[in-house]
């Protein structure tokens, strides 16, 4: 868990974003729920093509899982953690917060202002963005298997689930 963060604060500060991750993004996804890819920061941008790449890895052969929802999840999953909501610097204070204290999941509040306000902000997008990207995709028409999806990407397995979403969990944790 603790080098697996190292590993995302690293990649974070070396995201690149090519010509084919975008071509990617433009066939897979419509114009509106393009929008909000690209309201991402440009870390968790990366964060969600990798998990598109690890997701596509995972489901080789594979008869069970329709690649296109698998690859739209991927790309989607984390649409509520916009640009300008999580600064860099609160992100690796959540994270160590998290670390020392794990009970500071109940500070958590929405809305930015000074200081204390961006961390408590920080808290809850670190938390909460599941819900709000699942709003945010069913504001944008998305499909309610995929809005259901995103909504329980943190939350433990059940059975039932699509395996789509099983392997996005997966792919998640190797990004
Ligand atoms: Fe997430
Ligand atoms: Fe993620």
């Not at 306000?117 to 809850?124: C, E, K, V, W």
């Amino acid at each position: 868990m603790w080098q697996q963060r190292v590993r995302q604060v690293w990649a974070a500060l070396h995201a690149v974003i090519t010509d084919a991750d975008r071509e990617l993004v433009q066939s897979y996804l419509n114009e509106a729920e393009q929008a909000l890819f690209w309201a991402m920061n440009l870390p968790d941008q990366y964060h969600c093509l990798g998990v598109v790449r690890s997701a596509r890895q995972l489901a080789v052969g594979r008869a069970d899982v329709e690649e296109r929802f698998l690859i739209r999840l991927a790309l989607l999953h984390d649409v509520g953690k916009k640009k300008g909501d999580v600064s860099t610097k609160d992100k690796i204070a959540m994270v160590l917060l998290h670390r020392l204290a794990p009970g500071v999941r109940k500070w958590g509040r929405e809305g930015r202002g000074g200081k204390v306000s961006n961390a408590r902000h920080a808290i809850h997008v670190y938390f909460h963005h599941q819900e709000r990207s699942a709003r945010l995709l069913a504001a944008a028409g998305c499909e309610a298997a995929l809005v259901e999806a995103v909504k329980r990407h943190h939350k433990a397995p059940e059975a039932g689930e699509p395996p789509e979403l099983t392997l996005l969990r997966q792919a998640d944790d190797l990004n």
